[in-house]
């Protein structure tokens, strides 16, 4: 902590759990007494049941949150490819061409996820890419979503790799696809994977565009979980909410796993 005093560091660690935990920790943490729970007492839920988790993790439950890990996996590892390879390809670039693809990837996230949601379903409803009704929509409207974050960190990346060992590999002798795949890449693999964890985190929480596109069989779970509190149902929604939620920080925890080993190989 860059506060050296103990009182100043006393006081910073009660400002952060004044604002800590009201704004963040406490809403889940209600979201989490609320998947335990049959009723409400006042303002907060009681009841205590674990019978909310019997139909999350199973039946049109689990097959949303299949369809969910389908989804962000594919949608993440589209971006990261995608987003990858035109972060390489900006780094070549004069200054406004970089500031142009800049642009173009940062743009869906400029505007609202609906907007994208509803660009994509105009766009494919129609020959020659007719994909409105089906799981490719949904997979495109994510991966479109997600793209610019992979850009963005992968292309920080780039500008903080120091170009000496490519102009080592160079001057040995080495094609510039050797030292793309032998000498960039895997000083890039931390940031690589740290966007990959950021795409599907992203994803498997999006909801706004994924709503506008979803045919009926291919439902992610975030999906599930508005049209369970929709209908009122808002404790097996919790619990449904709290599978999300552990299974995205169960991948993410094996992706800062994978990126501590590539830090320190």
Known sequence: MLVHSKTGRWAAWSLFGVLFLPLFALPLLVVVAASFSTHWSGAF???????????????????????SLVTALVASLLALTVGSWAALA??????RGKRSLDALFMLPVAVPSVVVGLAVLVAFSKPPLLLNG?????ILAHTILVTAFAYQSVSAAIVRLDPAYEQAAASLGARPAYVLWRVKLPFLLPSLTAAAGLCFALSMGELSATMM???PDWMPLPVRIFTATDRGSLFS??????????????????????????TYR
Not at 90 to 95: M, R, S, T
Not at 134 to 138: A, E, L, P, Q, R
């Open 45 to 67: 839920p009681s009841g205590p049941t674990g019978g909310n988790y019997a139909s999350a993790v199973r039946g049109e439950s689990l097959q949303a949150l299949t369809t």
């Open 90 to 95: 900006a780094a070549g670039l004069k200054k």
């Open 134 to 138: 089906t799981s490719s929509i949904v």
């Open 213 to 215: 596109l979803y045919p």
């Open 237 to 262: 929604g919790s619990a449904v909410a709290v599978v999300l939620m552990a299974t995205t920080l169960l991948v993410l925890l094996a992706v800062s796993r994978i990126r501590t080993r590539a």
